[in-house]
Every structure is written in C-alpha cells, then in structure tokens.
C-alpha cells in the first residue's frame, strides 16, 4: 500500500503572538482530557516504572526504496500521539530527494522491540503493542526535502493520520500540546525530557549500536546565545538557532540517529490544571558525532519548536 504524502499550503508557519489556539475551532480535537498523563504508571508502581510510562510515544515505520538501486529497506523514526487520530513527526522521516517511500505504519503501545507482550520485571505485562496503517502524511509545504549530502531544518515537522483513530488505554494516549503562558516561554536553563529507540553508544568499531528497550533522557534546554556559542565551535555547522527551534543536549545525553520525529516534553500545570506532559519540541537534528570535545561542555540536539507551527498544525486537521 503506498500511502499519499503531500504538502498543505498555509498562510502562517509560526504561531502569532496573539494567536489563542484554545480559539481555533480544531482544538476540541486535542488535548483530551487524559492527555500527558501516565496512568500506567499507577498501575506498576514506584518511582523506577518505565512500563508504560510514555502512552504518547510512536515508533514510525517506512519502507523506503532508493530510486538509483532499487533497493527496498525498513526506516524508523520516533512520532508521539496528539490526537485520536493524529501523530506528530518530522518531516524528513517520510519524505527526500533519494528515496521513494511507501507503506507507513505507526505502531503504538511499544516498549521492548524484541519483546511481546512487554512485561516489566515482576512479570507483570501490558497489552500488545498495535500497529495501525497511516491513512495519509501531511507534511509542512515550507519543508525542503533533502538528499544525503544535505539536511534543511526548516518546518521539518509532518503530521500522520489513522482514519479508524486510535483506540485509547492506559498504555495508549495523547500528549498534550502548549496553550497559555506556554506559547511564548523561553525554555532556556529548563530540564526537558525526551525518548527513543535511536543510537545510544558506540562500540569499538565507532558503530552506534541500538536499544530495543525505550531509552529516556533528561536534557537542559539552551537559550539561543549559549547553542550559538557551541553551533560556533563545529566546523561547517550552522551557527544560528532560529526562534522555530530548540536546542539542547549535555556531554553525554543527547538525541541521535532513530530518534528523528521523537518529542521533546515537559511537565507544568498551566490555568491551574493539574501538572500535565507537555510536548514542546521535535528532534530533526544533531552535532556530528567524531569530534571528542563536545563544543565546550555541550553537545547540542536541534528540535523544532511545537509552538511556532501550532496554527498550521492545527489547521490541517479533522474529525
């Protein structure tokens, strides 16, 4: 099955400063009443639980045929779960100049990928993760698909829709998106979180190797003066962080290859609402990986900002 992938024209790409999403009249589509919650986690406990612990998260799979040889492969990328029947990516996880790619599925409710069921270690299990057929792929008409030899960050952010919807349950559900004070914070100096199944270490052979097990991180959130700083110190990286972009990373903990299109979150309580998981970035890009001096202490991750595309977002979906 070869699944539409196409461009949305729109009138704005960055969200107004007097824009009131909570207004547009496709709000009542997100932010359920469950979303950024983790119910899972009553149920196995502790401070330790993972099993459950991201409903939201998405592993987005493709396969992807290079146009020169022929050759058919699968490609992953991370996602997270907005809507009932909406997933949030990266763009250049569905869509380049070198690959024909077909067959979307998004699977929901993973943990372990060598693993079914996924039980923790008192042997209790979740329900089997599902896999649901993408019914279409939006992606952001700014989006300027790239080859190997080139990557370009800007709105590199796609939308994916099951028309059945996703069936909700303690271990499947939505993140919530930014309203509010959100819509205008500056995250610089906040701890953030984000998860994945993308490389996590080298081997000796300087090759990444790959969980199966879902990896989490927390990670300082930079302003754009220090990330400028450390983009500066990489040789033929761009420099500037833009205001669409996050960027953040540690020496040791960052996103990385796999991780493209994961969601990048926070916990805070916004209009007094109890404290919720909110999703304020997607990963798209990192620093190259050989150099050992991690740019004076940082190793920066660039992630689209959820906020300055919330309008477009939004106006692409439906019922």
Same mark, same amino acid.
């Given at each position: 099955?070869?699944?539409?992938? !196409? ?21 009542? *589509? ?6 950024? /919650? ?12 993972? *099993?459950? %612990?991201?409903?939201?998260? $998405? $592993? ?51 943990? #372990?990928? =060598? ?9 209790? !299990?979740?329900?089997?993760?599902? %896999? ?9 008409? %700014? ?11 800007? =709105? ?36 953030? %979180? ?16 790959? +969980? ?14 220090? !990330?400028?700083?450390?983009?500066? /110190? ?12 996050? !960027? ?14 994961? +969601? ?23 620093? +190259? ?29 439906? #019922?």
């Amino acid at each position: 099955m070869k699944i539409l992938v !196409c461009f949305i024209i729109a009138i704005a790409s960055y969200v107004r400063c007097d824009f009131d999403p909570t207004q547009h009249p496709n709000w009542h *589509l997100v932010n359920d009443k469950q979303c950024g /919650l983790q119910p899972a986690l009553r149920i196995f406990g502790g401070q330790d639980a993972s *099993l459950g %612990e991201f409903p939201w998260m $998405v $592993v987005v799979i493709t396969d992807k045929t290079d146009l020169i040889t022929g050759q058919t492969s699968p490609f992953q990328c991370g996602g997270s779960i907005i809507s009932e029947k909406y997933i949030l990516s990266a763009a250049h996880c569905f869509i380049d100049l070198i690959h024909d790619t077909s067959n979307i599925r998004f699977r929901v409710g993973e943990y #372990d990928l =060598a693993s079914k069921p996924d039980c923790d270690a008192n042997g209790v !299990c979740a329900p089997n993760s599902i %896999e649901y057929l993408a019914s279409e792929v939006i992606i952001h008409h %700014e989006y300027i698909p790239h080859d190997n030899f080139s990557y370009h960050s800007h =709105a590199d952010l796609a939308l994916g829709r099951v028309d059945q919807g996703f069936v909700f349950t303690d271990f499947v559900l939505p993140i919530c998106l930014e309203y509010g004070y959100l819509l205008h914070q500056n995250y610089g100096g906040l701890i953030a %979180e984000t998860i994945g199944w993308g490389g996590y270490r080298l081997t000796q052979g300087d090759k990444l190797e790959y +969980p199966t097990v879902i990896q989490k991180v927390s990670l300082e959130a930079f302003d754009q003066p220090t !990330c400028t700083q450390a983009l500066s /110190l990489i040789p033929d990286f761009a420099s500037v962080i833009p205001e669409w972009q996050i !960027c953040a990373g540690t020496q040791t903990q960052y996103s990385h290859l796999g991780d493209s299109g994961g +969601p990048m979150f926070i916990v805070k309580s916004v209009q007094g609402d109890i404290p919720r998981q909110f999703q304020i970035g997607i990963f798209i890009s990192t620093a +190259p990986i050989g150099d050992t001096s991690w740019y004076g202490g940082i190793r920066p991750s660039g992630y689209t900002r959820v906020a300055s595309y919330l309008q477009w977002i939004l106006d692409q979906m439906r #019922d």
